[in-house]
């Protein structure tokens, strides 16, 4: 096993990951990054963007390298429900004064390739087993990769690797601080839109007690998302495409 140190090694190089690694390197830290995945890659993630998510890229030095995977400035919102129709546009955060649905896909492999730019030293493909501990603190973790297991000594170990974090549950922390449940479940699609017309704008609707949206995106794409009560999740279970496509 060979072993090496560290400033700082970040678990999770997505958009929390890849945010703190920039923040930290650009400042002169020693930063490693391991994530398990190959970047570009998907994850089971909504992804609107507001203004002010906009301008943390942007903060990050990595806005431009998302507007460039195409998605469609959105400067109006737009909701229904109860018979109340409201659109309207956004208050600017750092001069952003609209939204953007980038899909996962594109955005994290963007902020990782900020990361790097950054100075941060991005290993995809590297898996952590283990946490290791001193002292009852986190002092650097175990991984392994293509060419075998390593270890990594840190003054700072941050776990941003999701759901079902390794580091959280390694370091007795996988019961979140706060948590409410949404009573909703969530299921979503892609479309092909023929018509432009609305691609300036990001949609919520309600009907009774049901909540859905719609958000253009990159490459030509519209995110249908339907937020059904919990008491209609039986209406989904086997065939989730026809339960869908019904709502």
């Known amino acids: 096993m060979t072993r090496e ?9 997505r958009c929390a990951g890849s945010a703190t690694a ?4 650009s400042r002169g830290r020693h930063v490693v990054v391991l994530d398990r995945a190959r970047f570009p890659s998907d994850t089971l993630s909504t992804h ?5 998510g906009l301008a943390e890229l942007q903060e990050l030095g990595a806005l431009d390298a998302v507007t460039e995977l195409g998605a469609p400035p959105l400067p109006i919102a737009y909701a229904s429900g109860g018979g109340i129709e409201v659109r309207a546009d956004y208050t600017p955060v750092d001069g952003i004064a609209h939204a953007m649905c980038v899909r996962r896909a594109g955005l994290d492999a963007a902020l990782v390739d900020t990361a790097r730019d950054a100075g941060a030293d991005v290993r995809e493909h590297a898996s952590v087993t283990e946490v290791v501990q001193h002292d ?8 392994r990769d293509s060419s075998g297991p390593h270890e990594l ?3 700072l170990v941050v776990g941003a690797d999701g759901r079902r974090s390794t580091i959280a ?3 007795g922390a996988a019961t979140p601080y706060r948590r409410r ?4 479940a969530c299921y979503y699609a892609y479309w092909r839109d023929a018509v432009d017309a609305q691609r300036e704008v990001a949609g919520q609707w309600r009907d009774g007690a049901e909540l859905g ?5 990159d490459d030509g794409l519209v995110l249908v998302l339907l937020q059904p009560p919990l008491t209609r999740i039986g209406d989904f279970t086997g065939d989730v495409e026809a339960g869908y496509r019904r709502t």
Do not use: E, K, M, Q
Request: some cysteine.
């Open 213 to 217: 949206t719609a958000f253009p995106c």
């Open 169 to 171: 549950r390694h370091v």
């Open 22 to 25: 920039i923040a930290l390197a």
């Open 136 to 143: 009852g603190r986190a002092t650097g973790v175990r991984y």
């Open 181 to 184: 449940a949404s009573g909703r």
């Open 5 to 13: 140190d560290a400033d700082v090694v970040v678990v999770g190089a």
């Open 48 to 52: 609107l963007l507001w203004p002010a």
């Open 153 to 155: 000594r840190a003054g």
